[in-house]
Each structure stands twice: as C-alpha cells, then as structure tokens.
C-alpha cells in the first residue's frame, strides 16, 4: 500500500522561512504534489516533482529525491495568509495498473504569527 | 478554475438510509476522485475513476460504492449509511497526463 509522512504541525513568524517535509512509501511511483487548503475551503494546487531537484513557483519551492523517497515545500517570505494546511500527495500508479491513484498525507498545519 | 460542482453541499441522513453524493465536472477531465476529510486523518481516498464505467478502490472503501456512466458525473453512494460516515466529502478531477487536480467545494455529511 501507500503511506506518507509529514509533520502535523509547523509555527513560524511572519517574513520566516519554513521547510515542510514529506516522507513516503509507495509502489509504482510517478510523482509528489503538494496542496495548500485555507479552513473551511478546499485544497488547490501547489507544485509537482516528478523528477529529482528543486521546483520553485514564486515563493513556495518543492523538492524531490526519489532514491530516497522524500520530499518538500519550502515556504519563503512567510505571510499571514500562508496560514493553511499543506498535504504532500503521490501520484501513484493503481491496483490494476490501468489508472493512477492520488493519495494524500494527513496534511500538515502552518501557523504564521506577526 | 475548473468546473467541478458537488451535491449536495449538506446533508442530514439517518443511520441505515441509502446516500448518493454527485460530482459533476465541465473539463472533460480521464480522472475522478472521492476523498473524505476527518480530523487527524487528511484526505482519505475512497474510490477513483480513470474513465467511464472504470473505477478502483482507494484507501477506504468499505461501505462505499461508485459509478461512472459519464465522463461528467461520478457518484459516490452510501448503501447503509453509519454514524462513521459522518464527513466532509471532496471530489476532485484530473485530465490525462495533468499533475493538478482540482476539487469541488466539498460535502458535508452527517449521519445521525
């Protein structure tokens, strides 16, 4: 089966950096996502790794390392509107191999104080 | 944003009652997927669609049922609904070869 890990909680300060990381345990692996959900909203995309390295979008990064299974998003120029939850995800190929399946973390909260 | 519609929004349902969830999506989109969201747990696969009439079981399917007769529609039934049951259910959809899914708005599901 699947099985990913991260943090369940991350505190920083306003204008920090904070590094949320992603460990995982899958078969027929294709890649990481990472999603950022506000209370009461629904999750919205962030960034995918497929392969090795680091993928910036803006202030948010993402990092993958496939030989050891692991991963994560680094949160530059915290606001405090980056206060959110934020799921690592895997991309991973189904039972029966015809389709792919996204299976989710149990998502990590980031409090961002002033 | 994508056009992806849940219904309902809410429900109340008593133990034992049969529930469809209904996700609706306007993009055409290969890939669709249940989740639920508990406290503690994240998002929870239930089920997933990689096309019409094809479906396969997530992490937590007991209980649960799906059908795909269209590419827009992916329905999620509770045949007995149990107090377990109680949740926030999300859809979500992908297209072939994307690495974004987009998610609906959510249902929120009590079962008393």
């Known amino acids: 089966g699947q099985s990913l890990e991260q943090p369940s909680e991350v505190t920083a300060v306003e204008g920090a950096i904070v590094q949320i990381n992603c460990t995982y345990q899958t078969s027929g692996f294709y890649g990481l996502s990472w999603y950022q959900q506000h209370d009461g909203g629904a999750p919205t995309f962030l960034s995918y790794n497929a392969l090795d390295g680091l993928e910036e979008t803006g202030r948010f990064s993402s990092f993958l390392s496939r030989s050891d299974s692991y991963g994560y998003l680094l949160l530059q120029e915290l606001q405090m509107k980056d206060s959110a939850s934020y799921f690592c995800?895997?991309?991973?190929?189904?039972?029966?191999?015809?389709?792919?399946?996204?299976?989710f973390g149990k998502g990590t909260t980031l409090s961002v104080s002033s | 944003d994508a056009g992806i519609t849940q219904s309902p929004r809410h429900k109340v349902t008593e133990t034992g009652t049969p529930v469809t969830l209904r996700c609706h999506q306007t993009e055409n989109h290969r890939y669709m997927y249940w989740y639920r969201q508990d406290p503690g747990h994240g998002l929870r696969l239930i089920h997933y669609s990689y096309g019409v009439k094809d479906t396969d079981k997530g992490e937590v399917s007991d209980g649960y049922s799906v059908s795909r007769s269209k590419t827009e529609d992916f329905l999620l039934t509770l045949e007995s609904a149990t107090s377990s049951q109680t949740s926030v259910y999300f859809c979500?959809?992908?297209?072939?070869?994307?690495?974004?899914?987009?998610f609906g708005q959510g249902t929120r599901l009590t079962v008393v």
């Open positions: 979500a959809t992908a297209g072939t070869g994307d690495t974004e899914a987009f």
């Open positions: 995800a895997v991309i991973a190929g189904g039972r029966n191999q015809a389709g792919t399946a996204l299976i």
